[in-house]
């Protein structure tokens, strides 16, 4: 049998195959509840879910009066954020209306009754005109504050940050980004770095060479962003 379908075999046996409620094991999340399909989320079980970005989301987060999380999907980053940072404002912003549901959810059923912001709209630039479509640096209160955002758009990384740009001389700000090719990466580092930032790219681990981060796209990388 082959070692990949064994592998399978194994953590069906272990897990079990239904989405329900399981407890995050390890990492920056441990402890953490969360609906969870093993068969697609073994990772974010183990802890190792983007674990490469961890340290610097957590130092991040302690730091930051604010997350503003573009592609937030289930709030996995929203709970981090909140178990490092007990007092920071959170707004989860994914244009799918389907996740604000289980955003809230899982802030409840781990944060009962902290405030949470859920946005689901499309985030455009500072000159839209269109009432449905978020400008981040127009449309949230974020001047004078310390701002953390995490994006991760599937390959809108660039879009986001002229969204976001208006803000930059009026708040400190950092970035974690996941680019999703080699031209994006490029294209965002340039921006940042042209804005006074020094950018970094965070390595995927040497171990992803057994256990990948399946996506089907040219790219999964991430990058952070300071002020210099």
Known sequence: MPLRSLARRLKLALLGRETRLRRIRAGAARGLRMQIDP??????????????????????????????????????????????????????????????????????????????????????????????????????????????????????????LRSAEGLLPHAECRFIIETHSIALERACADFLSERGFAVTIIPNAWWRMLIPERRPLEQNRWLSAARR
């Open 39 to 160: 068969a697609a989320k073994t990772q974010r079980i183990l802890g190792l879910d983007e674990r490469e970005i961890q340290p610097v989301f957590v130092a991040c987060s302690r730091w930051a009066d604010v997350l503003v999380d573009v592609g937030s999907s289930d709030a996995y980053y929203g709970l981090i954020y909140r178990r490092h940072n007990s007092a920071g404002e959170i707004h989860l912003i994914d244009i799918n209306p389907a996740f604000a549901p289980l955003q809230r959810a899982h802030f409840e059923e781990n944060f009962p009754g902290t405030p949470v912001h859920c946005h689901s709209r499309f985030v455009g630039p500072l000159d839209s005109t269109d009432p449905s479509v978020l400008v981040l640096s127009r449309d949230l209160p974020l001047r004078g504050r310390k701002v953390l955002f995490k994006i991760d758009v599937d390959g809108w990384e660039l879009d986001i």
